[in-house]
């Protein structure tokens, strides 16, 4: 089965950029979803299609993908960004779907 | 927008079975092209797809789970099922119900329900 890895914790200074990666084997040749979790909240999309925002979601939240890695980009950090972030994919092939494995991002 | 609700038992015996209902408001279940999934969170674990069931009542699941694991539409109330055979203390969890129009990406969530599983 798929496997989507992620860093287990990032930790950036507010006002500074944080990178997630999601890697995958050729993830580049598939969408890349990212959803943000608040402790004791589910799971919210910030990013789908690699890089398109849903309504409400700030510019700063970016993403890219290449080759065998997603990016998720949150770029001047606040405080409130402070969550658990998941990359997820769907297998048309199978029609099943893989999340990574997750990244706490920590504000300093 | 639709908005989703959780709901079931809180705790089930080991070997039991788990049984929890979603149910939909803010638009029919079967009055779109929509996917309903399940999925589930451990307790500071990651997140774990269960499956899904389709407008068509089609359905696909995770191979983990396939041989436990049943989803189901009731469109006269406007929800749907899960059922998962067999529990043991490793199906512990947060579950979530999801939903999408587009295939990819699950938006929105229901708030989720805790499911522990102890004798």
């Known amino acids: 089965s798929y496997v989507l890895t992620q860093p287990p914790s990032v930790s950036v200074a507010p006002g500074k950029t944080a990178r997630i990666t999601c890697g995958g084997n050729?993830?580049?040749?598939?969408?890349v979803h990212w959803y943000q979790q608040k402790p004791g909240q589910a799971p919210v999309l910030v990013i789908y299609?690699?890089?398109d925002r849903p309504s409400g979601i700030p510019e700063r939240f970016s993403g890219s993908n290449s080759g065998n890695t997603a990016t998720l980009t949150i770029s001047r950090v606040e405080a409130g960004d402070e969550a658990d972030f998941y990359c997820q994919v769907w297998d048309s092939s199978s029609d099943h779907y893989v999340f990574g494995t997750g990244t706490k991002v920590t504000v300093l | 927008q639709v908005q989703l609700q959780e709901s079931g038992p809180g705790l089930v015996k080991p070997s039991q079975t788990l049984s929890l209902t979603c149910t939909v408001s803010?638009?029919?279940?079967?009055?779109?092209?929509?996917?309903w999934h399940w999925i589930r969170q451990p307790a500071g674990k990651g997140l774990e797809w269960i499956g899904h069931i389709y407008t068509t009542g089609s359905t696909n699941y995770n191979p983990s789970l396939k041989s436990r694991v049943t989803i189901s539409v009731d469109t006269s109330k406007n929800l749907f099922s899960l059922i998962l055979t067999s529990v043991t203390a490793a199906d512990t969890a947060i579950y979530y119900c999801?939903?999408?129009?587009?295939?990819?990406?699950?938006?929105?969530w229901g708030p989720g329900t805790l499911v522990t599983v102890s004798s």
């Open positions: 050729n993830i580049g040749t598939k969408s």
């Open positions: 803010g638009g029919s279940i079967s009055s779109h092209n929509y996917y």
């Open positions: 999801a939903t999408n129009s587009n295939p990819n990406w699950f938006d929105p």
């Open positions: 299609y690699d890089n």
